[in-house]
């Protein structure tokens, strides 16, 4: 399988989430959307600081964290075969699709919903786990993803439930370890 047709994949994979989301979401009388999506300069600005939080707690954990190599080793292959060649724009419609995709799919269908049913504590826990579940490539993978939807979890509630913060830290954190990825690729060769 070529290049291309492994982009196109991988993004319809996370744009699938999206259309999951919406289904869902309809089933379970549900707005995906949370209290709306208030495209505002605040919204946004806050929506991108919040993917550094994101990006220094991998930084830290990753280091003392057991499995990280290998971690490491499925995350540059992934980058190696999905983003070779890929030009800026193709980058940030993976990024986005990411964020708006998962994002639609554990905060605006998953943690709402749980948090109906067991409340705010136990439903951010019962979406981080199922986060991590989807992103379980090692035991190192599922822990940094599950601390990640706490720190998504945390934007979308204390936003007052805009989507559209959630959506921004995800794919800025994910376009920015994507980048660095590549970088680090090139630097050594590999890429």
């Known amino acids: 399988m070529g290049g291309n047709t492994l982009f196109l994949l991988a993004f319809s994979y996370e744009m699938a989430f999206a259309v999951l989301a919406l289904v ?22 806050i929506g991108l600081a919040w993917a550094l939080p994101q990006a220094l707690l991998v930084n830290v954990l990753s280091d003392i964290l057991p499995q990280q190599r290998e971690t490491e080793e499925i995350t540059k292959n992934f980058v190696k075969t999905i983003f070779k060649s890929r030009n800026e724009l193709q980058l940030v419609a993976f990024a986005m699709s990411a964020g708006i995709g998962e994002e639609l799919l554990f905060r605006g269908v998953i943690q709402q919903k749980a948090e109906t049913l067991i409340g ?6 019962a979406t981080a786990l199922l986060f991590g579940a989807c992103h379980n490539l090692t035991p190192t993978y599922f822990l940094l993803s599950s601390l990640g939807s706490c720190i998504f979890s945390f934007v979308f509630t204390t936003s007052g439930y805009n989507l559209l913060e959630p959506i921004l830290a995800h794919a800025f954190y994910d376009y920015v370890a994507i980048k660095m990825t590549i970088k680090e690729l090139e630097e050594s060769g590999e890429m």
């Open 120 to 125: 705010l504590i136990p439903g951010i826990t």
């Open 24 to 45: 869902l979401a309809i089933l379970l009388h549900l707005d995906p959307f949370g209290s709306g999506f208030a495209l505002t300069p605040e919204a946004v600005a």
